[in-house]
């Protein structure tokens, strides 16, 4: 099936966001998200079943809410697209199995397609058609990836990733640490307005040279994030004060903690752009709402001749409209659909863009 502008329904919940979203060809119709954040808020980080059980509550409403509010039948919708991975296993079979039910009913096509490329392919939304040279970087609670996109529907390649913990999920820990609550990036990040990032010197993860390598022979980890170290020498930090008897400077402590992330996250993504001659890069992802992050980016972009690009934060966070978008753009180029016999893939690799039944 090829159609030029086609009207497609995207299913998210790889992670606590129910996300039902629809597009017409690069147009948003709507955006429904339904988060299970608040019930995760008492456990200091997202709890993969009670996210999978608000899912199955939660999805019938939001994908009402959704058709309702593009004004669009389930028959006119000329195909589905749902998350297979990657994501947490019992929350990606509450969408798939939605998806599937749907797509059987209905006699839509079904796409099983790759949550970080949807995270690319959001792009689409805002601004049109995708740059030639494209890199992604893409930060949340769950990911932290640097991309490289030379063709949004038939070849992305990933340059580096995680080690260990999320960029998100590091300021979540942090912020427990510091007494700041869940979830802990947008509280880190307005405390540390408060603090000075230079007062602790925290470790850069992964960037010492027998780590990174040199231009002519790079290091296995060149574009590889962890953040276990600094999560623990900011544990050690509190700590000391603690064991003295003074005053933790939480301010001080997000703001050097804070600095340290930031840094690394940008200036691996810069020198995975100049290495791989990408000159735009799109940004994606809950922490793409920092204000250091997309300060220190922007900075680091323009003077590295890199255009970046950063999608209105409710397109950066996790939603149904970024997985409409990329089956959307599956559908126009004539990808053929998975159809019904695939099973969902927690590690779903980047290279496969759209599961081939
Ligand atoms: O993409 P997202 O909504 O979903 C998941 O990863 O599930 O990202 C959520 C993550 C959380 O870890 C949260 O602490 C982080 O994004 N976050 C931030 C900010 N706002 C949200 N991190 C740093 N600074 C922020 N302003
Ligand atoms: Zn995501």
Redesign the pocket.
Known sequence: MSVSNPLVLGIESS???TGVGIVRGTEMLVNAVASSMEEHVRFGG?IPEIASRAHLNEFVPTLEAALTAAGVTLDEIDAIAVTSGPGLSGALMVGVAAAKALALASGKPLYAINHLVAHVGVGVLDGGKLPENLGALL?????TEILQVNSLSEDVRLLGATIDD????A??KV?RLLGLG?????A??RVAKEGDPKAIRFPRGLTLPKFVGTAEEPGKHRHDFSFSGLKTAVARCVEQYQKRGEEVPVADIAASF?EAVVDVITSKAVRACQEHGLTNLLLG???A???R?RELLAARCASAGITLRVPPISL???NGAMVAALGAQLVAVGVKPTGLKFSTDSGQPVSLISLVA
């Open positions: 992670c606590d966001e997202v930060v949340s609670g769950g990911h999320a960029a998100g999920e300021y979540d912020a869940y979830p802990g990036g947008p880190i990040d804070q992802g809950g922490v709402a920092n204000s992050l950066c966070t996790d």
